[in-house]
């Protein structure tokens, strides 16, 4: 029997794909509708401390090949999301969920996460370093010094699994930076990658998203190629302890496949659940089942990182 089951952070998980944080995960009804699709679990919306209306809209739309967003960080605030998931872990104690948070402020973000180590959360928590549409507030991640900083503050006081959504690198000499900084903690899993940030998409002669005159985060099959590698590069890089999430043009199964083949033990879908909803579930896990069928593949283990190169 072929089977997509994984584990994270020691949790097991009956189907690899979930959802993208943003993409249809800002409400309970939302969240609900990943949980009751093929989706193995699910994680929320990046959560602040408080409510967040973010930017005017519009703020995000579908193209062609992807997606454009400026969302600047709506959300509920933290208490809708960790309330719904102390209710739901006593409804379906067998599942494991994610939680996405970030504060404002570094402050705000020891804030939250003390908040949800205190309480009775057993879930997975991610800690989104790399949003790139707050006006004025740089993507954490691109700034080693400073994320090294707040991750050796969350573990100082941080004892439940825990892992960085982190923005798109491209340069060799940042994978090997990053990964230098990672390796210090005993991060549960690195998810590669968020939207590559400040994009600019045109129709006719306008852009299509009100916020930062239409700069936004590129999603969808713009990004695959940058999504592999930096899977990939973390995958050869980060002590095996750290699992990594592949994120970014998760269109088929046959991306799904790519992912798993760079390293990635978990594949999140965003710009294509956007579009076609929680039917994408189904259909790209049908895919990635034929895949692995024609190639005699039973279990994600039986090519998880085995990315062929080509001898010199
Ligand atoms: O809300 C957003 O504008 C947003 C966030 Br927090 C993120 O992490 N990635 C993205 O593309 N949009």
């Known amino acids: 029997m072929t089977s997509t089951k994984?584990?994270?952070?020691?949790?097991?998980?009956?189907?690899?794909?979930?959802?993208?944080?943003?993409?249809?995960?800002?409400?309970?009804?939302?969240?609900?509708?990943?949980?009751?699709?093929?989706?193995?679990?699910?994680?929320?919306?990046t959560a602040t401390l408080d409510f967040r209306a973010g930017n005017p809209e519009p703020r995000y739309q579908d193209v062609p090949l992807g997606s454009i967003n400026s969302m600047g960080l709506p959300n509920q605030g933290l208490d809708y999301y960790l309330d719904y998931l102390l209710e739901l872990q006593e409804r379906e104690p067998s599942r494991t969920f994610f939680l996405s948070l970030v504060g404002m402020s570094p402050e705000e973000t020891h804030t939250i996460l003390k908040k949800v180590e205190a309480s009775d959360f057993q879930g997975i928590t991610e800690l989104n370093l790399s949003c790139p549409n707050v006006p004025g507030k740089p993507q954490i991640a691109y700034d080693f010094e400073t994320t090294e900083r707040i991750l050796k503050e969350v573990f100082a006081y941080f004892t439940k699994p825990l892992g960085i959504k982190l923005p798109p690198y491209f340069d060799i000499v940042h994978f090997d930076q990053a990964a230098a900084v990672f390796n210090q903690f005993p991060l549960a899993f690195v998810n590669c990658v968020n939207s590559i940030g400040n994009g600019l998409y045109i129709e006719d002669e306008s852009v299509v998203i009100r916020p930062k005159n239409g700069f936004g985060g590129i999603g969808g099959q713009y990004i695959k190629p940058t999504a592999l590698a930096n899977v990939h590069a973390f995958y050869q890089r980060l002590?095996?302890?750290?699992?990594?999430?592949?994120?970014?043009?998760?269109?088929?199964?046959?991306?799904?496949?790519?992912?798993?083949?760079?390293?990635?033990?978990?594949?999140?879908?965003?710009?294509?659940?956007?579009?076609?909803?929680v039917a994408a579930f189904e259909r790209i896990t049908a895919e990635l089942k034929a895949i692995m069928e024609e190639k005699g593949y039973e279990s994600l283990e039986d090519f998880r990182g085995k990315l062929q190169y080509i001898e010199e």
Do not use: W
Request: hydrophobic share 45%; charged share 20%.
């Open 6 to 45: 994984t584990r994270i952070a020691g949790f097991d998980f009956d189907n690899c794909l979930m959802n993208a944080a943003g993409v249809a995960c800002m409400t309970i009804a939302e969240l609900e509708a990943v949980k009751d699709s093929a989706a193995g679990t699910f994680v929320t919306k």
């Open 239 to 277: 002590n095996p302890e750290i699992q990594i999430i592949g994120t970014g043009g998760v269109l088929t199964g046959r991306d799904a496949f790519e992912h798993i083949l760079c390293g990635a033990s978990m594949v999140q879908v965003g710009t294509t659940l956007h579009k076609e909803g």
